[in-house]
C-alpha cells in the first residue's frame, strides 16, 4: 500500500498571533500549550501534507468571542442579544479558510472546577453558565479558559470572563455635556479647521447588587447617535478617545465597570449653534435591555475675531 508524500514546507501565516499553536503527537494539557505558545511567535517549520483540503493552521482569539463575557444562568450571546455560537478560522496549506471545518471547543475543567464555576460547552460550539453556589467568588474576577481544536491543531487557551447578572446602566457622566465643542478657525469657512473636534467623555457604568453600586467588567455597551445636528454639522462619529483612531460604537466596561465614548465633528461654516443627541444601552437579550440613558452635546462655530 503506498503512502501520501510528506514534504517539509514552511506554513504561510498571517502576522504571528498567540492563539496559533501546532499541537503534536499525543494529546497535552492545555497548560503545556499556553506555556508552549508563549514561546512560539508564529507557525513553526514542520511536516504537513500536501493534501490541499487538510488543515494546517487553527485562529481562535478574543475577538472571535460573540460576547466580552458571559453572564451566570444565561448562555453566551451576541451585541444584540441573541444566542451566539463560538467560531474559529481554519486554514489549508495555501491560507485559504477552510468553511464548515469540525473545530471542537473545550473549557478544560480544572479553569472552571478550580473558581467553583458552573460553565459548559454545549452542541459542541455554545458556552452556557449556569447558576453559581456562592455569589460570594464574583467579589474578585472570575474566568474560564476556552480551547479550539481540530485533528492535531489546537489553540492557547483564550479567557472568558464570566459575571453575575447586571441589574442597571448609570450615567457618570452629565446629561447635557458642560463642554461645547467648537469648530472653525476664528469663524473661517474651512470645514476641517477646528478649535475642538472631541466632545467630553460620555461616560456610563453597569452596576449590580443590592444597593446598585457594584460595577460589572465585560459588558458590552452599545452607543448610537440620535441626533446629529444636520444643520450645523457635516458629519459626527463615535469615538473611544481624543486619537480618533478607534470609530467603535461599542465600549467594554472595564474592571469596575465604568465605559465610555465621546463624539468627533466635522461642522458647516455659518451654521447656527445646535445639540447632538448621544444614547448608551445593554442589551442582555431580546427584550431586555439596560438604560438607555441619553447625553446632549452642544456644538457650535467658533466666534470671528474682532478688532476694536
Do not use: H, W, Y
Given at each position: 500500500m503506498s503512502r501520501s508524500r510528506r514534504t517539509a514546507v514552511v506554513v504561510p501565516?498571517?502576522?504571528p498571533r498567540a492563539s496559533l499553536v501546532r499541537r503534536a503527537g499525543a494529546p497535552a494539557a492545555?497548560?503545556?500549550?499556553?506555556?508552549?505558545?508563549?514561546?512560539?511567535?508564529?507557525?513553526?517549520?514542520?511536516?504537513?501534507?500536501?493534501?490541499?483540503?487538510?488543515?494546517?493552521?487553527?485562529?481562535?482569539?478574543t475577538t472571535m468571542l460573540p460576547s466580552p463575557s458571559v453572564i451566570t444562568s444565561d448562555t453566551l450571546r451576541d451585541?444584540?442579544?441573541?444566542?451566539?455560537?463560538?467560531r474559529a478560522i481554519v486554514r489549508d496549506i495555501n491560507g485559504n479558510t477552510i468553511v464548515g471545518a469540525p473545530v471542537e471547543f473545550i473549557i478544560p475543567d480544572s479553569a472552571a472546577a478550580g473558581q467553583t464555576l458552573n460553565v459548559h460547552v454545549v452542541n459542541g460550539d455554545t458556552v452556557v453558565a449556569g447558576p453559581v453556589a456562592d455569589p460570594a467568588i464574583f467579589t474578585g474576577s472570575r474566568q474560564v479558559r476556552i480551547v479550539a481544536s481540530i485533528g492535531n491543531l489546537q489553540t492557547?487557551?483564550?479567557?472568558?470572563p464570566v459575571v453575575?447578572?447586571?441589574?442597571?446602566?448609570n450615567r457618570t457622566s452629565a446629561d447635557s455635556i458642560v463642554g461645547v465643542i467648537t469648530y472653525g478657525d476664528n469663524g473661517?469657512?474651512?470645514?476641517s479647521d477646528t478649535t475642538k473636534l472631541y466632545s467630553d467623555s460620555l461616560g456610563v457604568r453597569v452596576v449590580r447588587g443590592a444597593t446598585a453600586d457594584t460595577g460589572v467588567r465585560g459588558i458590552r455597551v452599545l452607543y448610537r447617535i440620535l441626533d446629529p445636528a444636520p444643520e450645523a454639522l457635516d458629519s459626527v462619529r463615535l469615538v473611544r478617545d481624543t486619537t480618533g483612531r478607534d470609530s467603535s460604537s461599542a465600549?467594554?466596561?472595564?474592571?469596575a465597570g465604568y465605559a465610555s465614548r465621546r463624539i468627533r465633528v466635522r461642522g458647516k461654516a455659518g451654521a447656527a449653534p445646535d445639540t447632538v443627541v448621544v444614547e448608551a444601552r445593554v442589551v442582555l437579550r431580546p427584550?431586555?435591555?439596560?438604560?438607555?440613558?441619553?447625553?446632549?452635546?452642544?456644538?457650535?462655530?467658533?466666534?470671528a475675531t474682532t478688532t476694536p
Open positions: 501565516s498571517p502576522p492545555v497548560a503545556a500549550l499556553a506555556a508552549a505558545a508563549s514561546l512560539a511567535g508564529a507557525a513553526a517549520c514542520t511536516d504537513v501534507p500536501s493534501d490541499p483540503n487538510t488543515p494546517v493552521s487553527i485562529e481562535f482569539d451585541a444584540e442579544g441573541n444566542v451566539a455560537p463560538l492557547a487557551p483564550v479567557n472568558l453575575l447578572l447586571p441589574q442597571r446602566l473661517a469657512s474651512t470645514r465600549a467594554v466596561t472595564n474592571d427584550g431586555t435591555v439596560l438604560g438607555p440613558v441619553r447625553f446632549r452635546v452642544p456644538v457650535r462655530q467658533s466666534q
